[in-house]
């Protein structure tokens, strides 16, 4: 089982127990209250005997018959109780004080003032029961004095509201740890950059804090130059430019696994992030069947890759700047109805042979590497690629099946990005922040304009 349940799985485990309590409570309000009273009885020795203690076995055997039927056909009929003998019988009890010669009889009953009643006539008729069947001569007769008189309790003794909560509280609880547990184990997603690392044996170059206002701020260049989004490709870039300082990556493909895991966002930020350090790059838009660089970049997506590659139009006439000096962008041109076959074509080689000897570098945004072939294609012909993967989303199986998937075809994975991480996930692991930057600088940056350093 992975680490940190508890840290992860909290919100299950409380609003589990928040649950147990709320049916405990629902139950103790449907439920009938019961209410407890008792009378003491002293039984008194006669007055010839020269100890003042009754035989223990004496009081066991009168305790019997305080508590027993004959007791409680008398209650009934002096009350004028509705309910039968046996009904009130299971309602009273005796037992005798220890080291006393005392007897409790105590009465359970629905009603607070009728368990009082019937305590009290109990402990009265086994007064007058015990005189009725004791000899005529004072002198060798034991006798019953009541003590202690029943008393109307002023609350209920059953259900007991603090042990029904706590029974409620610890079985949420136990059920909400139960719950987190089968989550942990049916959740087959990525949620570390460990287990990242681990599934594809390339390093974790960056990972991005998600950000509801990412959807309509994508570009780092609408962000203040602090903000953790900000870093976090700053991040990313410096990790890429010391990948691998004897090998010349040039050609790099961004692709994921599958849709919306931040791919498409991920390549024109790192573009952007590339430009502004003083390198020449080209941006591809590569992704032919639902291509998003042209829409985040604000540039025309019909004179593009497709045009260029049929012959319509020149290299040098397709591309077009995106705003930030020193980035070229190709957008994707007509979407063909066969995109697979244009991609793999002699042409395709050629484009990606001229733009390697004009740029620096050159990113291509290919589609998902597992619904298409069009993302191992353009994989094939570069020299290597990054796997976008989404945190908690994109599961295990599929990020081992998309670095197979290139395995397959000799493209190196050069790294993964994890993305749209919580951020105090990513704080914990020590990835995304600079600067001392942490969760919280979303919530202020989200109520107005983010901040410029």
Not at 242 to 270: H, M, P, Y
Request: hydrophobic share 40%; glycine share 8%.
């Amino acid at each position: 089982m992975r680490p940190l349940l508890l840290a992860r799985r909290w919100p299950s485990i409380i609003v589990v127990t928040l649950l147990g309590v709320a049916i405990a409570t629902g139950a103790l309000s449907i439920a009938t209250p019961t209410y407890t009273a008792h009378a003491d009885v002293l039984i008194v020795p006669p007055a010839s005997k020269s100890t003042t203690a009754v035989a223990d076995r004496t009081v066991a055997s009168y305790a019997h018959v305080l508590g027993g039927r004959t007791i409680a056909g008398r209650v009934v009929k002096s009350l004028g109780l509705s309910g039968s003998v046996g009904a009130t019988d299971r309602q009273i009890s005796a037992s005798v004080i220890h080291g006393t010669s005392v007897l409790r009889v105590t009465a359970r009953n629905h009603g607070s003032q009728t368990a009082a009643r019937v305590a009290q006539e109990a402990a009265d008729q086994f007064v007058i029961w015990l005189d009725s069947n004791q000899s005529t001569s004072p002198a060798t007769a034991l006798k019953a004095d009541v003590i202690e008189r029943a008393a109307t309790p002023a609350s209920p003794s059953s259900p007991s509201r603090v042990w029904w909560l706590a029974i409620g509280a610890l079985g949420g609880l136990l059920l909400g740890l139960l719950f987190a547990l089968w989550r942990e184990l049916a959740d087959r997603s990525v949620r570390t950059p460990a287990e990242l690392e681990e599934l594809t044996s390339a390093p974790v170059l960056g990972a991005m804090a998600y950000d509801r206002a990412a959807s309509s701020t994508p570009l780092i260049t609408s962000l203040g130059t602090h903000h953790p989004r900000y870093e976090a490709v700053r991040i990313l870039r410096t990790n890429l430019q010391f990948l691998d300082v004897d090998r010349d990556n040039k050609v790099i493909t961004i692709t994921s696994s599958v849709a919306g895991e931040g791919k498409s966002t991920t390549a024109c930020n790192l573009s952007i992030a590339l430009a502004q350090t003083g390198t020449r790059v080209a941006l591809i838009e590569g992704d032919l069947r639902r291509p998003r660089v042209s829409e985040y970049l604000g540039i025309e997506k019909s004179v593009g890759l497709t045009t260029v590659l049929v012959g319509r139009v020149t290299l040098d006439a397709a591309i077009q700047e995106a705003g930030t000096p020193g980035l070229d962008v190709l957008a994707s041109g007509a979407l063909p109805p066969n995109p697979s076959e244009i991609l793999q074509t002699n042409a395709m080689r050629a484009l990606i042979g001229e733009l390697r000897q004009r740029y620096e570098v050159v990113l291509i945004d290919a589609p998902p590497l597992l619904p298409v072939t069009d993302a191992s294609l353009l994989a094939s012909i570069s020299d290597g690629a990054i796997l976008v993967v989404r945190h908690g989303k994109t599961g295990r199986e599929q990020v081992r099946t998309a670095a197979e998937r290139l395995h397959a075809v000799g493209a190196p994975l050069l790294g993964t990005v994890l993305s749209m991480s919580p951020a105090k996930e990513l704080a914990r692991y020590g990835y995304g922040y600079g600067y001392g930057y942490g969760p919280e600088y979303f919530s202020q940056t989200r109520q107005g304009r983010p901040r410029r350093g």
